[in-house]
């Protein structure tokens, strides 16, 4: 009889460490996947941001990592091409040549 319960103890303590070890990897795996998404979301910002600087010259530049869509008079939104896609929309004062941003999003496919 004591030798069943020891048994059985075993057995639940085994599968304890089998849950832990799970639990354990799926953690380091989502703390992986959250590392990565956060250094792809900050290079996408970064090309934003360069395109926000370059805004004249994105028009003419067939490489650019950015789209630019005109939104009404003098409003542009300007997107990324990579994933995460991150949209801004700026307003262009022609007179003083200055590029404000009024928003930005996230695109979600």
Known sequence: MIIAW???LLVLISS???NLE????L???SSNTVVAAGKQFIAA???LDQC???FIN???HANSPCHLQSAGKNLWLISTKQS???EILVCHDEKTGVVNRLNWRQQFE
């Not at 799970?22 to 990897?25: A, F, L, Q, S």
């Open 84 to 86: 995460p896609r991150l």
């Open 16 to 18: 304890l460490i089998a």
């Open 22 to 25: 799970r639990m354990t990897t």
């Open 52 to 54: 926000e600087r370059d």
């Open 45 to 47: 910002e970064k090309n």
């Open 27 to 29: 953690e380091i795996i």
């Open 58 to 60: 994105i028009a003419n």
């Open 6 to 8: 020891v048994l059985s």
